[in-house]
Nanobody, 120 residues
Framework: ELVESGGGSVQPGGSLHLSCAGS????????VGWFRQAPGKKREFVAS????????DYIDSVRGRFTISRDVAKNTVYLHLIYVEFEDTAVYYC???????????????WGQGTQVTVSA
C-alpha cells in the first residue's frame, strides 16, 4: 500500500513537501515514481527514483524545481517542490515499479493521490 501526504494550497513561487509512505518489507526494493493529473488532462509522469536512490529522472518542466528522494529506513519517498507554478496544480500520485520508468503501465502499485493547488 502507498499513501501520499503533504499536498495543499500554495502560492506561486512557494514550496511543498510531498511524502509517499510504503508498507511491506519489499518497498525498499521498488523504484518509485511520482505522477500528476491536472483537471481535464491525462496523468503524466513527473519524476522517478531507483530502489537504490542512485538514479533519478524528471520531466523537463520540473527539473531544477522538484527533487525526488527516498529514506529507506522510513519506507518513504519524497517529492520536494519549490518555485511552484500555476501549471503544477494537479493530483499527485506515487507508484511503485520493479524498474524506474516513465510509463504508467510499468507501475504495479498506486497511491490514492494528494491534491496540490497553486493559487495566488
Amino acid at each position: 500500500e502507498l499513501v501520499e501526504s503533504g499536498g495543499g494550497s500554495v502560492q506561486p513561487g512557494g514550496s511543498l513537501h510531498l511524502s509517499c509512505a510504503g508498507s511491506g518489507d519489499n518497498f525498499g526494493y521498488y523504484a518509485v515514481g511520482w505522477f500528476r493529473q491536472a483537471p481535464g488532462k491525462k496523468r503524466e509522469f513527473v519524476a522517478s527514483i531507483s530502489w537504490t536512490g542512485d538514479h533519478t529522472d524528471y520531466i523537463d518542466s520540473v527539473r531544477g524545481r522538484f527533487t525526488i528522494s527516498r529514506d529507506v529506513a522510513k519506507n518513504t519517498v519524497y517529492l520536494h517542490l519549490i518555485y511552484v507554478e500555476f501549471e503544477d496544480t494537479a493530483v499527485y500520485y506515487c507508484a511503485a515499479s520493479r524498474l524506474p520508468a516513465r510509463d504508467n503501465d510499468a507501475y504495479e502499485y498506486w497511491g490514492q493521490g494528494t491534491q496540490v493547488t497553486v493559487s495566488a
